[in-house]
């Protein structure tokens, strides 16, 4: 990274305090950075010299020294990466041994013999006024960018205005990835070579969560590798986006990470205003919502009263869809599937409802005349197949309810799609469960019938479940196998793993605990079912 606070020899040496004053090594890199200052009264200093210092010396510490031993101190010098060694040598000297001069010619080392009439008072003040305003002048430039960016978020302007404000003082292609709203900013007029390769590389940059470090890396371009400097956007102590600059054509400089640091602060307000309006339009559709499904029939008639705010018309065909993220931070990513359905909602064409609530999300879609089921099946497809690709650390499980004939009506497919989540997150091998597709999971998820199912389970297979958390046996699993294997004992032996015989007498065993037989049509259907409610019971 170019750092544009860095003193370098050259400008050292160009200060008319050092005008009579004579580089005597021929090959000089005069190139090296400048950073502190130390002084050597004595060769102990060595061991506390610093990396990119600069010494300042008399004759009088070496005058006494042979050619060799100046050598050996000028080797160790260098050997603490100090830039070069400013030298008054007379009059203690007539000059440096030519071996000497030779030496740090090999090393690097910068020797300079200074005039006996400079003080080193005077050097530490110059040198480092010198330091300082080329600091003050990095960061006036930093703070014209803050004010000239805080004034186009006052005045309205939205992120891009930002990055055009952006690109007045820096010249590195900047990005803004905002994982929340799943978008990118990109000024594309100002780099419109790089914006193709580049929006490939950003699209793949997802850092979230509580780590709000710094990122400075390297990253292919077009057969070589560029610099990539990532400034997190925090909001709430949340990693909500990144602003990030590649070195394309030139380095990126310190006035470019601290600028983009003082940005990450503005574009962070433009991301809270956005989340702060989203809350909001998300509570009052939460009200709306529970206006809508209460059985109270004054708050039902209140929602239609509202229902056109929201495009819906109250004798329509509408359906319900449950959505769940299982995960981790499942509740903080929850609002970004929001917005993501949102885009996909827009896209379908319909007219819309999208409630985030604690528990799950739930979307509910008003039909078009002669759309159908397959219309719900087209959305909840489409909205796995994005949340899938999107939010690849969460599991997503979706429940589609009934299409139903009013808005008056649409509480009862979102019952519907609660059960069809329910039992996608719990006893049915879908992500994406249609309650019309349930079978006899329909009937058995009904709450009004819960004690009797319980009831049920209980006087078929109650004893082998007190069978096997008595004796730690698996023979209610042995069951389910059973069942999911048709009776073929041959495939209940290899989903087992278990012996053929072994899976007959465990079968007799089930048979004399629940005193049920298998080879009994209504036998076999009573303890099949009495499976099917133990798995809802577990919800």
Known sequence: MKNETIVYLNEILALPLFEHCRVVTKEAPLSQCATSINVMLDKEIV?????????????????KLSAEEQIELFRAIRSKSVSAVFIKISPYLPALPGSVIETCNEI??????????????????????????????????????????????????????????VHKTISVPVFVRDYYFENTYFVKSAFADDYTLLYEN????????????????????RGREIERLMVPIVVKNQVY????????????????????????????????KKISVHEVENKYKLEFFDDLISLDEDRRAKA??????????????????C??????????????????????CKDMGHAYLILNKSECIYVLVMLKEGEGVALTKRYATYIYDVLKGKMKKHQIKIGVGRIVKGLLNAHKSKVDAYKALEAAANYMPKDVVFFEEMGVYKILSQSSIRQELEHFAEEVLGKLVAYDQRRDTELIKTLEVYFTC???????????????????????????IIELSLDNEEHRFAIQTALKVNLILKE
């Open 202 to 221: 950003i699209e793949n940059v997802h850092f979230e969560g509580k780590n709000g470090k710094l990122i400075h890396d390297t990253v292919p371009y």
């Open 323 to 344: 959505l769940r993220l299982v995960g981790k931070n499942q509740t903080e990513d929850q609002m970004r599937v929001v917005y993501l359905l949102e885009l996909i």
């Open 108 to 165: 690097g080392l910068v020797i300079v013999d200074l005039d006996y009439d400079v003080t080193f008072t005077n050097i530490f003040s110059h040198v480092y006024e010198l330091m300082f305003n080329k600091q003050s002048a990095v960061l006036k430039r930093v703070e014209n960018l803050h004010q000239d960016t805080m004034q186009v978020v006052v005045s309205g302007g939205g992120i891009e205005d930002v990055l055009r404000s």
């Open 47 to 63: 061991e506390w010299l610093g990396k990119d210092q600069i010494l300042l010396t008399t004759g009088k510490v070496v005058e």
């Open 486 to 512: 048709n009776g073929n004992l041959k495939k209940m032996s290899e989903s087992l793993y278990t012996h053929y015989n072994t899976i007959l007498y465990r079968l007799n065993r089930i048979q004399e």
């Open 241 to 272: 986006g990144h602003l990030v600059a590649y070195g394309t054509n030139q380095s990126i400089s310190n006035y470019d990470q601290l600028g983009l640091e003082s940005t990450s602060h503005i574009v962070a307000l433009d991301f809270l």
């Open 304 to 321: 239609i009263e509202r229902a056109g705010n929201f495009r819906f018309v109250e004798n329509a065909q509408y359906a319900m869809l």
